[in-house]
T-cell receptor, first 114, second 115 residues
Framework: DTAVSQTPKYLVTQMGNDKSIKCEQN?????MYWYKQDSKKFLKIMFSYNNKELIINETVPNRFSPKSPDKAHLNLHINSLELGDSAVYFCASSQGVSGLYEQYFGPGTRLTVL | GENVEQHPSTLSVQEGDSAVIKCTYSDSASNYFPWYKQELGKGPQLIIDIRSNVGEKKDQRIAVTLNKTAKHFSLHITETQPEDSAVYFCAASKGYGGSQGNLIFGKGTKLSVKP
């Protein structure tokens, strides 16, 4: 069983479109994250949610809106896609909000904006 | 805020040799330092971590050392094998509450182990 799963794995779309990426974890964790990895492999946190509540919202355009319907799911919706949004997006989860425990990453979603 | 510098950006070793990757951090309040391995096409995976009350930790061929005074920590891989080839990331966190719990990642080291 996959611990953290994301769909889709690849997403190719035109500028200006709206798209969503889904994430689910079956580890029973109460904290979930979205990270962006750019073409140079730099990993940067975008959001973190604990028990469905937003904890961290780094400097991310408000075109990005995370939604957590329950503890096991954290979806990422992106409006009005831009070329610079092309990247690999990783979902992750961990136990607790302290940032002091292992984060389990999903396999990533490669988003290409044309 | 915290800044984590990692070097080298690329490292090539012969199978069986040792590999060392070094990181420095800027915020003396950071107290948790994990290392993640990212294989091609996959998400990062924790391989070892160290907390600020410990100077060294080992797990089979992998070890991490922490020098709090100098604010640097290192990953040591001994007897490297081709399957160790991957991108390795160091990270630092202050822990607890809001963005304090953020993991700040280094820019990664691409390790290639030649058979």
């Amino acid at each position: 069983d996959t611990a953290v799963s994301q769909t889709p794995k690849y997403l190719v779309t035109q500028m200006g479109n709206d798209k969503s990426i889904k994430c689910e974890q079956n580890l029973g964790h109460d904290t979930m994250y979205w990270y962006k990895q750019d073409s140079k492999k730099f990993l940067k946190i975008m959001f973190s949610y604990n028990n469905k509540e937003l904890i961290i919202n780094e400097t991310v355009p408000n075109r990005f809106s995370p939604k957590s319907p329950d503890k096991a799911h954290l979806n990422l919706h992106i409006n009005s896609l831009e070329l610079g949004d092309s990247a690999v997006y990783f979902c992750a989860s961990s136990q607790g909000v302290s940032g002091l425990y292992e984060q389990y990453f999903g396999p990533g979603t490669r988003l290409t904006v044309l | 805020g915290e800044n984590v510098e990692q070097h080298p950006s690329t490292l090539s070793v012969q199978e069986g040799d040792s590999a060392v990757i070094k990181c420095t951090y800027s915020d003396s309040a950071s107290n948790y330092f994990p290392w993640y391995k990212q294989e091609l096409g996959k998400g990062p995976q924790l391989i070892i971590d160290i907390r600020s009350n410990v100077g060294e930790k080992k797990d089979q061929r992998i070890a991490v050392t922490l020098n709090k005074t100098a604010k640097h920590f290192s990953l040591h891989i001994t007897e490297t094998q081709p399957e160790d080839s991957a991108v390795y990331f160091c990270a630092a966190s202050k822990g607890y509450g809001g963005s304090q719990g953020n993991l700040i990642f280094g820019k990664g080291t691409k390790l290639s182990v030649k058979p």
